[in-house]
């Protein structure tokens, strides 16, 4: 990470010249003035800056198909370094820069992910392949339920010795992903066969622990059970006030299954919009097995939905008490089956376990609709 | 970045020992297999491991209090590297070390965040005190509404010439932060008049486009200002799908001023839950000004609330047409005072949209009760 001084940069420049024949450059090709980078790399080499016209008029046209004042600055980024090729960017107005020197391959590219991702893939990927020299695959299986020892626990012995097949672990509060790395130098489709049967062997191990192994959100998982077995779902929320439905609805195409829900902040909204009976909230507490029920099967029945889904806790600082600590969270599902609760003690600051309680949520939704999935009555054809 | 390769660990801390009397570890202090910092430095410096009775103790007790079972892997995590101190942990099971060696001073952290940085406060930085040369004081000031190179253009004329006085902008879609760096060689309070002072220039230049200057969220100011002003608050959101939300209730204590929300997804739930007539809907459609007033006035009803905030819009990627297109939101502030509508065209993926609705919305909000705060029929004290 190099700040935005001229120095600074010139020097950070120096050494990777030095060092590297393949250099990226990321962030720095903003329109305002603490973005250097393409003028540093200039002086270093050499070389003038020169302003190219098709940019200038592509960065013009950004500006007035988004109906935007065009800033004086802008036309800043119309400027290359003398040699280079310069990179589309659909999603912005910096566009990247490839230069080739006699001993080096020089990338600059803009900062914001959105912008350098997609540029990374079209433009820069393809003009790497011809330095290729061996191929890695990469694996990503998903859990949550378990604890990082636990989970490796269970597995490590199926840990490979090979230096070129590779087991981490990747620990967060509510999900530890399994990242298999598998290099070939003869193919992809080599590696791929060495990282796929790794897979396989801890996916026999750890069952439905693991909810994705294509890189799926748990969300995006819950949504496309959901959409296989047509059914609706309706949420009540207390202390997660709207993460778990922000969750569901950052799936493209959420609005198919998920119909919509209520924040029940206070205990007047979870008696008054979701019919949690009053003297529930007054015997057994706001965070109580009793009003989680009741909020899943209140939601389910206003908005008429299939599953109801209830959250609520404790999420801190503040709230807690030696019967009901902070962490405390009660969740539960109500469906034409009847209603799960489960209670969770979740650790960390308010946003962990909110975070832990969507998780608790979702995992709880995958694993009902694996069950309807697998239910014998679905499947009438078979048994004949 | 270093990845946990015992040979590129090795390089790694070799090159920094050569170059750097001050060297900083983060990562690599868990329990299990793919940790492997510790052992690294140890064989780097030529020193054992050795166990720490009382550590392990420590730990134990860790999953005692918890009642979570302690794998074998943990008590790893009790080994010190020979002549290190060991760094308390109040947020996990890996302690820190500091190892100080003839012309070295080494800190091994662990990684997740929520562990290095109160370790780093607590017992790095008082220790680190005696080695500084000069005071550095950074200042944030938080905008919204403004793009990059608009707000660079209303206050470039006020950018410092000096060395030790910068300013950054860092803009994201729906925040603009302006970055001001002001070091002495004197004393922090030197560093800080001179931040201070150009701080004051900006203010009077951009009044209440900026809406932080002490790195409040933009929900923690609104919710400030609902506190102060003695104001409850209910939200009816449809594409946000919860997020603004999860957003408010991120804000410790917020169930002070939030009473809760509804989440109207689909159309069914806008006309159930929020009474939204039927005809609004079908004449003008759910994406219309009339429909997010109807829904701010909706949830301020059914919940009883002082103000009631909306958001309708089409977050995408698809369900746009030419006339509404992605990224059309309107958003809706009902209050005593009536009901005021926004039209906003916003830009980027669907998180990206998310993100700029809820915060035009929590901006209305604060502009709303800086009015009122700031309205003459408060002050009859001061009229007569």
């Given at each position: ?41 200039a002086r270093v080499l050499g070389r003038p ?33 003398d ?302």
């Open positions: 990470m190099v700040g935005d001084d001229q120095e600074t940069l010139l020097v950070a420049l120096q050494n990777s010249l030095a060092r590297s024949n393949l250099i990226f450059i990321m962030g720095g090709l903003g329109p305002t003035d603490d973005d250097r980078t393409r003028e540093a790399l800056i020169v302003l190219d016209r098709r940019l200038l008029e592509n960065i013009r046209a950004w500006f007035r198909r988004r109906k935007i004042r065009m800033s004086p600055a802008n036309k800043r980024q119309a400027y290359l370094i040699g280079a090729q310069s990179l589309d960017n659909k999603n912005g107005t910096a566009p990247g820069q490839w230069l080739e020197t006699g001993s080096h391959r020089i990338v600059l590219l803009p900062g914001p992910p959105h912008e350098l991702k997609p540029m990374f893939q079209e433009s820069i990927q393809p003009r790497l392949e011809r330095f290729r020299r061996s191929y890695l695959v990469r694996r990503v299986l998903k859990t949550t339920g378990l604890g990082e020892s636990r989970l490796e626990d269970m597995i490590q012995d199926l840990y490979p010795k090979s230096r070129d097949l590779k087991v981490t672990l990747l620990a967060s509060p509510g999900q530890v992903e399994i990242h298999i790395a598998s290099a070939s130098e003869r193919s992809m489709s080599a590696a791929d066969i060495k990282a796929e049967r790794l897979e396989k062997k801890f996916l026999s191990r750890l069952g439905d622990r693991v909810f994705s192994i294509s890189g799926e959100d748990l969300e995006s998982v819950a949504g496309r059970l959901l959409r296989g077995e047509k059914k609706t779902l309706a949420i009540a929320e207390s202390c997660t006030g709207g993460y778990l439905g922000h969750r569901l609805t950052n799936v493209p195409g959420s609005s198919d299954y998920f119909l919509g829900g209520i924040l029940a902040y206070g205990n007047r909204a979870k008696i008054k919009l979701l019919g949690v009976p009053e003297a529930v909230i007054r015997k057994y507490g706001a965070v109580s097995p009793r009003t989680a029920a009741a909020m899943a099967e209140g939601v389910r029945m206003k908005m008429s939905s299939d599953i109801g889904l209830s959250i609520t806790g404790i999420a801190g600082p503040s709230g807690g008490t030696p019967r009901k600590p902070v962490g405390l969270v009660y969740i539960a599902l109500a469906s034409d089956l009847g209603t799960d609760v489960s209670r969770n003690l979740f650790w960390g600051k308010r946003e962990a376990i909110k975070f832990q309680s969507s998780q608790k949520a979702l995992d709880m939704l995958r694993r009902y609709l694996l069950a309807e999935e697998n239910s014998p009555s679905k499947k009438p054809a078979e048994k004949k």
